[in-house]
């Protein structure tokens, strides 16, 4: 049996024990969280989140995209979100690659350079920031005045808050 065969074992018995029940597609609390795929970050358990009152974005790094202004777009214009919570971690795969080093490593196995940008960061709260203002300056947005990023200690379960100046002409990469 693969580790997918008994993820579905899990759900049939979950599925099982848990009372069927109807959650509105948008989010109770209005809120969408941008964080990264780590598997040690359990954003619902960390915040105290329950079923249906939020939208978790996951990505590599918890960088803002492309994909993830659309879908934020779509979190805030057709599903109600109004405010976006940016959480990267400490300790991320993304701080031990390079820019070149991953993309080289990706054409040399498969003979493609890649479309996408790898995005690695070497200073976690500096990044925060720059995910703070990309979001912050996407004219797709209609909410962009609350925005906050912050930084999970992947050892202590706790956050820390990253605060941004925004100040007039400067540049986000």
């Known amino acids: ?3 997918i065969d008994e993820l579905l074992a899990n759900n049939e018995a979950f599925a099982a024990r ?3 029940t109807h959650l509105q597609v948008e989010p109770s609390r209005h809120l969408a ?10 954003v619902f358990a960390a915040l105290g ?3 249906g009152e ?5 990505n590599a790094g918890g960088i803002i995209t492309d994909d993830v202004i659309r879908s934020l777009a779509l979190s805030q214009r057709k599903l109600g979100t109004r405010e976006v919570m940016l959480i ?6 993304m701080q031990t690659i390079t820019e070149d080093g991953f993309r080289a490593e990706l054409h040399e196995a498969t003979g493609i350079a890649p479309a996408f940008a790898i995005e690695s960061f070497t200073d976690v709260e500096a990044d925060v920031r720059q995910s703070i203002r990309r979001v912050r300056r996407s004219d797709f947005l ?3 005045d609350s925005v906050r990023g912050f930084v999970y200690n ?20």
């Open 33 to 42: 969280i941008v964080t990264c795929m780590d598997s040690r970050l359990d």
């Open 1 to 3: 049996m693969g580790v």
């Open 154 to 173: 992947v050892d202590s379960h706790a956050l820390r808050e990253v605060v941004v100046a925004d100040p007039p002409g400067e540049e986000v990469v």
């Open 88 to 93: 990267h971690h400490d300790d991320c795969g």
């Open 49 to 51: 989140l329950g079923d």
């Open 18 to 20: 848990v009372e069927e």
């Open 54 to 58: 939020a939208h978790v974005l996951r």
């Open 142 to 144: 209609p909410y962009r």
